[in-house]
């Protein structure tokens, strides 16, 4: 629980809470495993643009066992489902309340910290390509943090949909990472001229979508290598710094910058959502997509974790065992 804001490891302590009630239209899960994400590190140092009561706990997602389905009928009692929370809360206990909406069918063949870390990292990456980025087979997809949990899975979709897909990230264990999980190009921003290299390896072209979760200088570094007619999705600013883009820019070059909220697709989309989780299941249980996991501890690290999560010091998802008291 997050009882004053700050560092991850400055406020993020453990505390016995009532196991919550669900209301109408809400289930309650067992959780067998909650992923963290950038966000949540935001949530904490009161940096986000949703900022809750305080003490709140953090956790936006999780792999969970239903216990109590209330009213509804979609599920039952006993099913293993991953649920995204409302208010992007909660998922760091042991018993979390789900929307009935956001609770989603699971590959039977992925683990449980597969499935926690499956439905926000990969919707995210589905509705931007698809939705918002409108990637079509045979076009260069450029992914920033490909080596993270948001940017690996949307290394992953992308190269289901057909598209040539270059990764960005920094370092040797990254590029690495990104290599194992099938990009086509790998590009080095510690080392190598991003956009001299998306450029060399789309013959000159560029690129016709970019993903970006990371902002800040990395946007502006990318857009100068997209394609005419190319699309650059704002995903997030996970490098600290909000991007700002002049938008002769755009004009100059025929691009479009297309923003990236899947709260908003959520509530106003929702059965286009589920049916694109329905599609991410589908591709998880044949094997096209899993999960990749950077870590997997019990619940009394989950201060330190976050806090690699809010440095940059993670390869794709890190996720927290709330039933696994060790220390």
């Keep these: 629980m997050v009882g004053s804001v700050g ?6 302590s453990l505390r016995d809470t009532p196991v919550p009630t669900p209301g109408r239209g809400q289930v309650l899960v067992e959780v067998l495993g909650a992923a963290l994400g950038f966000p949540d590190a935001l949530l904490c140092r009161g940096a986000y643009q949703d900022r809750p009561d305080l003490p709140f706990v953090p956790g936006a997602e999780v792999c969970g066992r ?9 599920v039952a009692e006993g099913d293993r489902v991953a649920a995204v929370l409302p208010g992007g809360l909660g998922g760091l206990a042991q018993y979390a309340v789900a929307d009935a909406l956001q609770v989603y069918a699971v590959p039977p063949n992925l683990t449980d910290a597969e499935v926690a870390g499956l439905s926000t990292a990969y919707l995210t990456a589905w509705l931007g390509l698809h939705r918002r980025g409108a990637l079509q087979p045979g076009e260069n997809l450029v992914v920033s943090a490909a080596a993270g949990g948001v940017g690996s899975a949307a290394v992953q979709i992308g190269r289901a949909a057909g598209a040539c897909v270059i990764a960005v990230t920094r370092g040797a264990t990254k590029t690495a990472v990104a290599r194992d999980l099938g ?10 001229s991003v956009a001299e290299r998306i450029r060399e390896g ?4 560029g690129a016709d979508v970019v993903f970006d979760p990371v ?11 997209l394609a005419f007619g190319g699309r650059i999705l704002v995903v997030g600013y996970a490098g600290g710094e909000i991007q700002t883009a002049r938008l002769n820019r755009p004009l100059l070059g025929s691009y479009s910058i297309v923003g990236v909220n899947v709260g908003l ?5 929702p059965d286009l959502v589920r049916d694109a989780m329905a599609r ?11 999960p990749l996991l950077g870590a997997v501890s ?19 998802r890190v996720v927290v065992e709330p039933w696994n008291a060790e220390a």
């Design 7 to 12: 560092e991850p490891r400055d406020v993020l």
């Design 66 to 74: 239903v216990v109590d389905a209330g009213t509804v009928t979609d």
């Design 280 to 290: 991410i299941a589908a591709l998880g249980a044949s094997g096209v997509v899993r």
């Design 298 to 316: 019990p619940m009394g690290a989950a201060a330190r974790q976050l806090q690699a999560v809010a440095d940059g010091n993670t390869v794709g």
């Design 183 to 192: 990009a086509h190009v790998v590009v080095d921003s510690l080392t190598e």
């Design 265 to 269: 697709h959520v509530r106003n989309e």
């Design 202 to 205: 789309t013959g000159g072209r």
């Design 215 to 225: 902002g800040g200088d990395t946007y502006h570094e990318l857009a100068k290598a």
